[in-house]
């Protein structure tokens, strides 16, 4: 993504952009709500669902996506998520893979599986190792 959210958005656009343009004024998506409806119209909506799934469109440039595409996660919420995934992926190891961490190799099997989930080689590495400090220290 070229572009970064430039941080005046705190509420329902906060994290967005669109990838294309930069534009983070408005965006068009594609919500499942209720409205009560009467012969003349709705009057009334209720909760508006999306998630990251939902379609998104940018009405500066018109790109279009998913939610998910015009998100940008942030430095904090992507290291969470990086620690929740080295943290499920160590506990699915068995005691030789852990003991192969400890002094610095990483399985083939364990890095073909991470790739697979979209992890960077050295950003999993690094969050293993610190995984296995956590987990009782490293054999060095
Ligand atoms: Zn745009």
């Known amino acids: 993504m070229k572009h970064k959210p430039s941080g005046k958005n705190t509420n329902c656009l906060e994290n967005m952009i669109c990838p294309d343009c930069g534009n983070e004024d408005e965006l068009h998506i594609d919500v499942t709500t209720t409205v009560v409806m009467i012969d003349d119209g709705s009057v ?22 998913t939610v ?6 942030s430095e904090k919420l992507a290291k969470a998520e990086e620690m929740a995934k080295a943290e499920q992926i160590w ?6 893979q852990k003991a192969a ?13 991470a790739e697979k989930e979209g992890y960077g080689v050295r950003d999993l590495s690094v969050a293993l190792m610190n995984q296995a400090k956590r987990d009782g220290g490293m054999i060095a």
Do not use: W
Not at 44 to 65: F, N, V
Not at 91 to 96: C, F, T, V
């Open 44 to 65: 009334k909506h209720g909760d508006l669902d999306y998630d990251q799934t939902s379609i998104c469109y940018c009405p500066k440039c018109k790109a279009d996506g």
């Open 68 to 73: 998910g595409d015009f998100t940008v996660m």
């Open 91 to 96: 506990s699915a190891m068995d005691k030789n």
């Open 101 to 113: 961490v400890r002094i610095g190799m990483f399985p083939a099997e364990i890095m073909q599986a």
